[in-house]
Nanobody
Framework: QVQLVESGGGLVQAGGSLRLSCAAS????????MGWYRQAPGKQREPVAA???????NYADSVKGRFTISRDNAKNTVYLQMNSLKPEDTAVYYC??????????WGQGTQVTVSS
């Protein structure tokens, strides 16, 4: 079964941290760069961070220095460590393939809410 399942979101105060996880089907994870995306209320979904199968990473300018993406190839899981969170980071966070997300792989996402 092809699926992506995100978890780890929650409510946190500004300046706090969260760690998101995305468990992927092996068929997706093994052969693809993976990324995290987010969609804030009233805005389009945007890329946040990505990691290749070899571990090379890149980040949106808005999160550089605060977020860290990583992947555990043995567990078919990709993580997003989010530090120094800001209210503008509030969004539903999704994982998917990168740099082009597969339209059929979107999961339910995980809500991150940062209070000021």
């Amino acid at each position: 079964q092809v699926q992506l399942v995100e978890s780890g979101g929650g409510l946190v105060q500004a300046g706090g941290s969260l760690r998101l996880s995305c468990a992927a089907s092996r068929i997706i994870f093994s052969f693809n760069a993976m990324g995290w995306y987010r969609q804030a209320p009233g805005k389009q979904r945007e890329p946040v961070a990505a990691t290749t199968t070899g571990g090379t990473t890149n980040y949106a300018d808005s999160v550089k220095g605060r977020f860290t993406i990583s992947r555990d190839n043995a567990k078919n899981t990709v993580y997003l460590q989010m530090n120094s969170l800001k209210p503008e980071d509030t969004a539903v966070y999704y994982c998917n393939t990168a740099p082009v997300p597969h339209p059929n792989y979107w999961g339910q996402g995980t809500q991150v809410t940062v209070s000021s």
